[in-house]
């Protein structure tokens, strides 16, 4: 069960997020109804008011209005409610992808990012960016010896992943903890980058060895997609929009019941293109 209530910047479907305020609040009082809620947002017909937050019925701008004030929803959380809800009822493709941007915009603003300069050295040792961002929780335990147990590595190797850190001005003393200069960060895709490409080896490395862990534990998905180059540009904007939305939803600031989980998305051509398009195209998805 939920102990927070639904932030609606973790949210890009207006439904889903108005239902788990419902059942957040159904959760925590028993006695909450569509009978309550109705009245409360001065609507009439409670069945109608659930019609309209399972989907099968639109919200207009009076209900927009009533349920921003209701949820109190102020400045950017309204005026990103505001968009979710021409976001999730666009009928075309055009402007369900411009409302898209707007959103993923202000998704954007609420990361405190820091851009990592020092690619080579930052990257080229793979415990340095995950211990920065195991830092950046606020229930961490951060001695040592519970570092080092949660990335499984040594003691010695977190000292020297930590004095690093700090040489690079990427997490400081403040009294007895140690603060990373942002919450997350971000690194430059820059083609040919040796950082990088140390990174990503050691990272598939990575991958390979977590192949032999229960199923439950980890995830592969390979996806077979014909694009021409206007269709591939679009799925990087795509690709673009859906780490923004996860990066925004998943920035949480405790670390208690998680573990921190390295996700890559792999993106290469098979097959050289064929000047004849007589051929019929698939998808294909392992």
Known sequence: MKTTYPEVKK????????????????????????????????????????????????????????????????????????????????????????????????????????????????LSNP?????????????????????????????SEILNALTTLINFKLIEKNGDRLIPAKKSFKVPDQFGDL?????YHKNLDDAKSAIQLPKDERRYKTLMLPMNQIEFNEYLQSLQ??????????????YENRRLYQVHFNLFPVSQPQIDNTATSQCSEV
């Open 11 to 122: 949210y890009l479907n207006v439904f889903q997020f108005l239902q788990d305020c419902y059942q957040f609040r159904k959760n925590n009082t028993a006695e909450f109804s569509y009978e309550t809620w109705a009245d409360e947002i001065d609507v009439n017909d409670k069945s109608y008011l659930r019609m309209m937050v399972i989907g099968k019925r639109p919200l207009n701008l009076k209900m927009i209005d009533a349920f921003s004030k209701n949820l109190n929803l102020t400045g950017d959380e309204k005026t990103y409610f505001e968009i979710l809800v021409q976001y999730t009822q666009s009928k075309t493709r055009e402007h369900k992808e411009l409302l898209g941007q707007k959103l993923i915009s202000l998704l954007k603003n609420e990361l405190d990012q820091i851009e990592i300069k020092l690619h080579f050295d930052f």
């Open 127 to 155: 415990l340095l960016p995950r211990l920065q961002v195991i830092l950046s929780f606020d229930d961490i335990d951060q001695s040592v010896k519970n570092l080092a147990w949660l990335l499984g590595s040594s003691e």
């Open 195 to 199: 950082g990088l490409e140390a990174f």
């Open 241 to 254: 929009n859906f780490t923004t939305e996860l990066l925004a939803k998943h920035n949480y600031e405790n």
